[in-house]
């Protein structure tokens, strides 16, 4: 990094030295432009680290403190704030902890081998989560740094596919409280619960009822594991600090008998609110939150199908929310469907010639068929157009207008005329499609005959099976290529191993996961200051994320980028967003003016999590 004083202390630096040395040094002359005119010395250009001591390691350069309230245990016990073994001494005497924690000072590379080093020695994947959000508990820093330096290799353990044991073993694994809870009984009292929550300034919530955790169901209070997670990917993917995030369980009750029986379980244990009282719970949690952070983004996370798309329609165009099994899940399944687009030799506008079949008309599925269509739109089709494009299965079989009576209004505009009822396997034989998403939670739906008769019909077909957690999944990475024989395009929720046919190919299947959309949407918008979530938005972060996979990457069968690089994807994103947001006066923080220098702003807006030194504020 640059170590530059300012332009006038330079100079007089300068003239002191050229006069007491008698050699004279290089003059400095700032530049309108915000440059400098003349070369700058050596040791004004970059500081190097330390080699040796207790700042063996770490930069001496000048870091932002944080000033903090508290001092002694209470810093050690903070995880906002604890360093573990990373304070320095004067540190350590200044914060009053000398004695408090081991002598030997490490700094957070060693402290991140340590971890590292004791998650690669298990096997077990939920033995690996619970090692991590033990590091996240006492020491939010070190956890986001590793998640930083190791996405890749954290994002199956802190997410999908893991996620969903942790969450189905919450109440056993519970050990420090984080997040808050609002049930029945707290109505007439959120206005003031909101209030103990420590933090001021929060700009990202995300809150779930835990009535539709992955393709789980309903798992109550023990749905609390998802925001969590959302939020850890939020931090390290997309920038966001991590005292500004706050995860949140509306509990309502549960319908799940084993949770209502357990004696362990942690939620209310009664049967889940519906109706009204359901309706004016959420209402008052959603006015308590905005009420004390008036720009926060609220982020809708795994609600039940039959209140999902009620909840964003009202809330939509009057707060910033969104919902992610709706918008994110769609967004980020129109990037890849583009990115398939591209691997087919096609261009982004042929999206209104294909043939897509949906299996699952829940919320994700129809979510999903809403941005492909909002899409189409964009690409010049007529609204008649582009519908004719889609065939949206449940268990019933076809959407038809037979049903129109027991169909949501959104489910009934993409009901067909003619051949409701018709099953999957019928569908591909007599309408071919080149797109099959399967949105369902049925491990296996997609079988050998279903894949190959599509594969009959299309040379390059497209096949995405979105359920969550891998033993959900419509068919595996492995099946979707050997029926195939290699051909298909294959993007999963979840991840797959590399495929390795026969005949000495290799393909690497990418994982469809809305982690590489949401946290930038969420940059994005809570930099300028957007008004609403908007379709336009879901758009431009779609194509950002499709624009970003590489020629290289689609030959190797990829139509997604490589986690390692989530965090560039993010500020793409976040970029396009805010874009879209200053062209249509959405944004209240940034405009016009702003955007020439904006991949620097975002830039310098991203939470990057390294120890910085810590104040005591004075009484």
């Known amino acids: 990094m640059m170590f530059l004083r300012s332009a006038s202390t330079l100079l007089r630096s300068s003239s002191r030295m050229a006069g007491a040395g008698g050699t004279a040094v290089p003059s400095f002359r700032w530049m309108s432009n915000g440059s400098w005119g003349e070369s700058i010395p050596d040791e004004y250009v970059e500081e190097e680290d330390e080699t040796e001591g207790e700042w063996k390691g770490c930069t001496r350069k000048f870091l932002a403190p944080i000033t903090v309230h508290s001092r002694g245990s209470e810093i050690l016990n903070n995880p906002l704030y604890s360093k573990f073994t990373a304070f320095k001494t004067g540190e350590r005497d200044r914060l009053r902890i000398r004695g408090l924690v081991p002598p030997r000072t490490m700094n957070i590379r060693i402290q991140k081998e340590r971890v590292l080093q004791e998650i690669r020695a298990e096997e077990s994947m939920i033995r690996k989560h619970t090692i991590l959000e033990d590091v996240h508990d ?10 930083v330096d ?78 969590i997670g959302k939020l850890s990917l939020y931090c390290a993917a997309g920038g966001i600090a991590p005292h500004r995030v706050m995860p949140v369980v509306i509990d309502v009750g549960t319908d799940n008998e084993a949770l209502l029986n357990d004696k362990f379980y942690l939620g209310v244990q009664k049967p889940r609110l519906h109706g009204a009282k359901y309706y004016h719970l959420v209402d008052e949690f959603v006015q308590a939150v905005r009420h004390r952070w008036p720009d926060v983004l609220i982020q ?17 165009d009057v707060a910033l929310c969104f919902n992610d099994d709706i918008q994110g899940t769609g967004a980020t399944t129109l990037a890849g469907v583009l990115g398939g687009l591209r691997a087919k030799g096609e261009k982004p506008t042929s999206l209104g010639d294909q043939r897509i079949l949906i299996a699952g008309a829940g919320s994700a599925g129809i979510g999903v068929a809403q941005v492909l269509l909002q899409a189409m739109i964009e690409h010049g089709h007529t609204e008649e ?21 027991e169909l949501s209004p959104e489910q009934a505009l993409f009901a067909r005329d003619t051949d409701g009822g018709l099953s999957l396997l019928e569908i591909v034989n007599k309408h071919k499609p080149t797109m099959l998403l399967g949105m369902t939670a049925v491990g296996g739906l997609f079988n050998e005959q279903l894949v190959r008769d599509m594969a009959k019909h299309c040379e ?46 290799k393909f690497y299947p990418t994982q469809c996961n809305n982690m590489f959309v949401f946290p930038g949407i969420g940059l994005g918008v809570t930099l300028c200051g957007a008004k609403t979530v908007s379709d336009r938005m879901l758009y431009v972060a779609a194509e950002a ?30 970029i396009a967003v805010i874009e879209e947001a200053v062209k249509t006066g959405q944004a209240s923080k940034l405009n016009e003016k702003d955007l020439s220098c904006l991949d620097s702003f975002v830039t ?16």
């Open 460 to 505: 390059m077909p497209i096949i995405f099976p979105l359920s969550n957690p891998t033993t959900k999944a419509e068919c595996s990475a492995e099946q979707a290529f050997e029926w195939t024989d290699g051909r298909c395009i294959f993007a999963s929720g979840s991840p797959f191993d590399p495929v390795h046919m026969e005949d000495g190919r």
């Open 138 to 147: 006492r020491n939010e820093t070190l956890y986001h740094r590793i998640l």
């Open 300 to 316: 809708f996370e795994d609600f039940s199908s039959d209140k999902a798309q009620k909840i964003l329609n009202k809330y939509r």
């Open 545 to 574: 994320l499709a624009n970003y996979v590489t020629e290289d990457e689609l030959a190797q069968g990829k139509v997604f980028p490589n986690l390692k690089t989530i965090r560039d994807v993010s500020k793409k994103v976040a």
């Open 385 to 405: 157009e582009a519908k004719k494009c889609f065939f949206i299965a449940d268990e019933n079989g076809l959407l038809g207008t037979d049903r129109l009576s």
């Open 150 to 227: 190791h996405m890749e290799e954290m994002a199956p353990i802190i997410y999908t596919p893991t996620v969903g044991q942790a969450c189905n073993e919450f109440a056993m694994r519970y050990r420090r409280p984080r997040g808050m809870y609002f049930c029945e009984q707290d109505r007439g009292h959120m206005a003031n619960m909101v209030y103990n929550w420590p933090q001021n300034d929060v700009r990202v919530i995300v809150v779930t009822d835990g009535s539709r955790i992955l393709g789980l169901g309903d798992l109550g209070a023990n749905g609390m594991g998802i925001p």
């Open 604 to 619: 310098s807006k991203m939470y990057d999590p390294i120890y910085v030194p810590l104040i005591e504020k004075k009484a």
